[in-house]
């Protein structure tokens, strides 16, 4: 199912449905200030191993990134000392995922790592969706986007073709990126950007 939202005044109940389908542990794919991502409900494990099996991660591997709606909820999910804070706060909403040492209310899958990638997307949609959801979204990037042609990461209605029979709803939010987050590792106490993408951190 395809989706049309916007960047505001949308209608709630669209929004309601959506955030029904996520405490259902369903999935959805929407858009950020980066690319087109896949997620849900950040505190459903069942619904996060799905995405991990369509994507083919390795939660012990791999860090798992979660949206959270402000720097308020972030400290829930994970540590945040001062002048992360502060970095944080001057670079979100913004295209970065910080890496921090998570805390005991993420479920068990993420406390394989002890590490998650925070994400703020400056993308009103999601940000929306998250706060009423009241809880944080698991996020990654579509499947095989590497190796697809890029029309079909970036326009809704080729998305919802290809990906659309693996999740419950696609959300058309106009055309997507292209670029990656920035990566910052915040877990060493120095920042240290571990991927360059869309984002230029601006440092404390």
């Known amino acids: 199912m395809l989706l049309k939202l916007y960047e505001k005044n949308n209608n709630p109940q669209e929004l309601q449905e959506i ?11 929407y858009p950020t200030d980066t690319m087109y991502a896949i997620g849900c409900h950040g505190l459903k494990e069942r619904a996060i191993e799905r995405i991990c099996r369509i994507k083919n991660i390795d939660a012990k591997k791999n ?14 999910y994970a540590k945040v000392d001062n002048n992360t804070f502060k970095l944080m706060k001057k670079n979100l909403p913004g295209p970065f995922t910080f890496i921090l040492n998570g805390t005991n209310k993420l479920p068990k899958i993420f406390r394989n790592r002890k590490e998650v990638g925070i994400r703020m997307p400056d993308c009103n949609i999601i940000r929306e ?6 809880a944080p979204i698991m996020t990654t990037t579509l499947p095989n986007y590497e190796h697809e042609d890029i029309e079909y990461a970036t326009d809704p209605e080729l998305i919802d073709e290809k990906y659309g029979s693996m999740v419950d709803l696609v959300i058309d939010g106009g ?6 987050s920035t990566v910052v590792d915040c ?3 120095e920042p240290d950007i571990i991927r ?3 984002g230029v951190l601006n440092d404390i």
């Open 196 to 198: 360059q993408g869309k």
């Open 19 to 29: 955030v029904n389908i996520l405490n259902d542990g369903g999935l959805i794919i």
């Open 129 to 134: 969706i998250a706060q009423m959801l009241d």
């Open 187 to 189: 877990t060493g106490g």
């Open 63 to 76: 860090n798992l990134s979660i949206i959270c709606y402000d720097l308020s909820s972030i400290s829930e």
């Open 175 to 180: 055309h997507g990126g292209i670029e990656l």
